[in-house]
């Protein structure tokens, strides 16, 4: 006997349709989540957790802006975790208006290569002669400038943390900062030092 065909409803077909994709979203997902799980390690060992770097980055000078992002940098670069905690000053360095125009102040300052007396270092036009001479010293040995860093910090997954506490206490907005930073308190960051390698306090 001959079957004959059935007609179906738009109604029918659209149910039809919709339980058709649910069931390949849902085996979409479990083969997602099946590629995302943890392997175990062939000997039965855990595999081994990526080094962990965390600084805090305090001051807000230009002499004192490079050391985090070239440590932080380079740790992404030899596959670290890193984190970077920007508090009090140290803001000024995703301050997108403030980071162009950092300078190193001669006045009492013992690491300047070439030492200023603090009578001459109070002088107008020695910070920016200072500033000046500090950033010839970069060039010359062809290191990147600041922003560059902080692009290549950001690609190389570095998270850059502002913290949340000195921003209300200094009256920085979210919007006065560079894209790509994330607004936390002390508590959060402690977390991820907690189960840091490598702490430092820049």
Not at 73 to 98: C, H, P, S
Not at 165 to 189: I, N, S, Y
Request: hydrophobic share 50%.
């Amino acid at each position: 006997m001959a079957v004959q065909p059935v007609e179906l409803t738009p109604a029918v077909e659209a149910r039809i349709k919709q339980e058709v994709d649910a069931r390949v979203d849902a085996a979409l997902q479990a083969r997602l989540q099946e590629l995302l799980a943890p392997r175990p390690h062939p000997n039965g060992a855990s595999p081994a957790r990526r080094k962990r770097l965390a600084i805090v980055a305090s001051k807000g000078t230009l002499d004192m802006a490079y050391p985090p992002l070239i440590l932080a940098t380079t740790a992404a670069a030899m596959d670290w975790e890193v984190g970077i905690f920007f508090t009090f000053y140290g803001l000024d360095i995703l301050n997108r208006k403030k980071l162009p125009r950092l300078k190193v102040p001669p006045l009492g300052n013992p690491a300047m290569p070439v030492p200023v007396p603090n009578l001459l270092g109070a002088l107008p036009g020695m910070t920016a002669l200072a500033t000046a001479m500090m950033q010839r010293w970069f060039t010359r040995a062809r290191i990147p400038k600041l922003e560059q860093l902080l692009e290549t910090a950001r690609a190389s997954g570095v998270q850059l943390i502002s913290c949340t506490t000195t921003m209300g206490v200094m009256g920085v907005r979210q919007e006065e900062l560079l894209p790509g930073v994330t607004f936390a308190g002390a508590a959060t960051f402690l977390d991820f030092a907690s189960e840091a390698d490598v702490t430092l306090f820049v």
